[in-house]
């Protein structure tokens, strides 16, 4: 559902408009599209990098270059041990929110 919202958005359209009139392989490319350019540099990006520049330069006199300073950002993969693992800390903090053990009964 997220995919579709993220579409109907970029073509600024209903999820229901978009999903009537986008066929699943047109789908599969803005889904494609999308998630590439979400990773991407942009001009903001590279604005608040000179900012941030400055704002060193205030504090440093060692000089910086923009590229030290642009985040990086980077698709992280979900493991199945991942998702096992968050779930196990879920479950714990619920326990604990309810006041029982791990295994179920009252602590």
Same mark, same amino acid.
């Given at each position: ?7 109907a ?12 009139? =986008?066929?699943?392989?047109?789908? /599969? ?5 999308l998630e590439? &350019?979400?990773? @991407?540099?942009? *001009? ?9 520049a400055?704002v ?13 300073? =642009?985040?990086?950002?980077?698709k /992280? ?6 998702r096992? &693992?968050a779930? @196990?800390?879920? *479950? ?7 006041g029982?053990?791990?295994?179920g009964?009252?602590?």
């Open positions: 559902m997220g995919d579709w919202i993220r579409v958005s970029h073509l600024g359209k209903s999820i229901q408009e978009a999903q009537s009139v =986008i066929p699943s392989m047109e789908f /599969t490319m803005w889904r494609l599209y590439e &350019e979400e990773y @991407k540099t942009t *001009k903001l990006d590279l604005y608040l990098a000179q900012i941030a400055e060193r330069r205030t504090v440093s006199k060692k000089n910086v270059s923009l590229k030290q300073l =642009i985040l990086k950002w980077t /992280t993969k979900v493991t199945k041990s991942t096992a &693992e779930a @196990k800390a879920s *479950k714990i903090k619920w326990f604990g929110f309810l029982l053990n791990n295994d009964s009252n602590t």
